[in-house]
């Protein structure tokens, strides 16, 4: 999870994220200030690999060191967290680090959920089609959801070189070439091939 | 032998039509369907679908991978968006 940013179409400039979230405090383990992590991250452990976590207004640091596990949670004994009380008091605290913590891609296609949300996309002819709201992946490969489109409804790209031969991070814009159909797939009057005709 | 190797795959034949329509037109264009329950065949590798979940039509590309599961399984009709923390996309 990012910081709260305004990603609506007015907002010329979605900034990408200073700083992301990695984990959230779920509660208390034990009387010794363990504190129980949920973890947000691809790996669960590397919640605390980027270096030292910081609360969300940054007023706070914590060098987090794991501890073991309990469920789909993490042990954690959290730097100056010394008994219970310090620790259920840092119940729901959610801990970020600098996004530019975090190691670049390794391969050329591949890109941060992160770096892509907020990004204004936009046809080869500059038109343009919303911003990216979320990408997710249900098992064909990752889509990129779109919002503040022309017609009010969310649009879903497949995230393909040839749908999205472009993504300019530093610009903040993608180019979206899409296929027939795509832009008014989600618009009940568009007709099949075959007059729309199901049955 | 096995009832459902005789039997063959289910594809919807409407379905079936409009992909063999569109891979002979060779139009690169989204086929909308409402058949969660057909499979995919090899025919379909290539293709784009936006196959509806009861609120929206996920589309979907197809590859070699796919084949033999059904379009219903790539359209989930309830999500856990969940976190991106450090989570990766790569454009295909």
Known sequence: ????RDLSPSNPAAEPPARICVAAVAGAHGVKGLVRLKPFTEVPEDCV????????DGSRTYAVKL????????????EGVTDRNQAEALRGTRLYVDRAALPEPEADDEFYHADLIGLSAMLQDGTVLGRVQAVYDFGAGDTLELTGTADGNTLLVPFTQAIVPKVD???GRLIVDPPKGLLDIADPNSKDQDGGSET | MARSVWKGPFVDGYLLKKA????????????????RRSTILPQFVGLTFGVYNGHKFIPVQVNEQMVGHKFGEFSPTR?????????KARRR
């Open chain 1, 169 to 171: 991070i530093a610009n």
């Open chain 2, 20 to 35: 063999d329509a569109s891979r002979e037109s060779g139009r690169n264009e989204v086929i909308r369907t409402w058949s």
């Open chain 2, 79 to 87: 999500t856990f968006f969940g976190h991106e923390a450090d989570k």
């Open chain 1, 1 to 4: 999870m990012t910081e709260q």
């Open chain 1, 67 to 78: 501890m073991g596990q309990v469920k789909a949670m993490l042990l954690a004994r959290m």
């Open chain 1, 49 to 56: 690999a980027y270096g030292p976590l910081s609360s969300a």
